[in-house]
């Protein structure tokens, strides 16, 4: 069974540009996590998608951040403007729904912004 | 305001020893907990559970106390071994459906 896709896995922007990283889910997970960790930090969530909808997105930086589930499987997640405190891991992570599922995390993809 | 807290961020055992990794909380509505193992480069993966109807659970060589009057948990690896170096998240959610809060990792160093 393949895992969690993420890309690109290394990304460096220069401030102000725009940026986006997709994410391929595990087959049949219909719950799609984004989360953001910081170097020395655990992650911390974005957004959650139940199939396309946006279930929670109240951490999510609106003014510059957006994210889009369509058709409920491929996700991306998309900066504009960029600013130098978006540098960090974005980490795209799936599960089954249900009550409590394990989640599994794509490698990630880390975002340096100069 | 941190809810999920590992206070030591970094840990050294030597191979075949007991390797403990704590992690504290403060949600007194917290009622699953998970422990993810990350190597470098790599995404978390998952290790083992416990909810909050049991105070042990145990897969092979890892063991999760949990103490919901302390509000603390624990992961337990015996013994441990050099593969075991990595970092150690605890994760904790109040309720079915609700976001699970994170906390800051501890390395483990397993010398052979």
């Known amino acids: 069974e393949a895992g969690v896709v993420q890309s690109p896995r290394y990304k460096i922007i220069e401030k102000k540009q725009p940026v986006a990283f997709w994410c391929n889910p595990i087959s049949g997970h219909n719950t799609l996590y984004w989360y953001l960790q910081n170097l020395g930090q655990g992650p911390e969530l974005l957004i959650r998608?139940?199939?396309?909808?946006?279930?929670?997105d109240s951490q999510l930086p609106k003014d510059r951040f957006s994210a889009e589930r369509l058709k409920g499987v491929d996700s991306t997640l998309k900066i504009q403007p960029a600013e130098l405190g978006d540098s960090a891991v974005y980490l795209c992570a799936s599960s089954h729904s249900g009550r409590y599922n394990e989640q599994f995390f794509g490698p990630g993809t880390r975002l340096t912004v100069l | 305001d941190q809810q999920v807290k590992q206070n030591s961020p970094s840990l050294s055992v030597q191979e075949g020893r007991i390797s403990i990794l704590n992690c504290d909380y403060t949600?007194?509505?917290?009622?699953?907990f998970l422990w993810y193992k990350k190597y470098p480069a790599e995404g978390p993966t998952f290790l083992i559970s416990i909810s909050s109807i049991k105070d042990k659970n145990e897969d092979g060589r890892f063991t999760v106390f949990l103490n919901k009057s302390a509000k603390h948990l624990s992961l337990h690896i015996v013994p441990s071994q050099p593969g075991d170096s990595a970092v150690y998240f605890c994760?904790?959610?109040?309720?079915?459906?609700?976001?699970?809060?994170f906390g800051t990792g501890t390395s483990l160093t397993v010398i052979p």
């Open positions: 998608y139940e199939n396309e909808e946006a279930v929670d």
């Open positions: 949600n007194s509505m917290f009622d699953y």
């Open positions: 994760a904790a959610s109040a309720g079915p459906g609700n976001q699970f809060y």
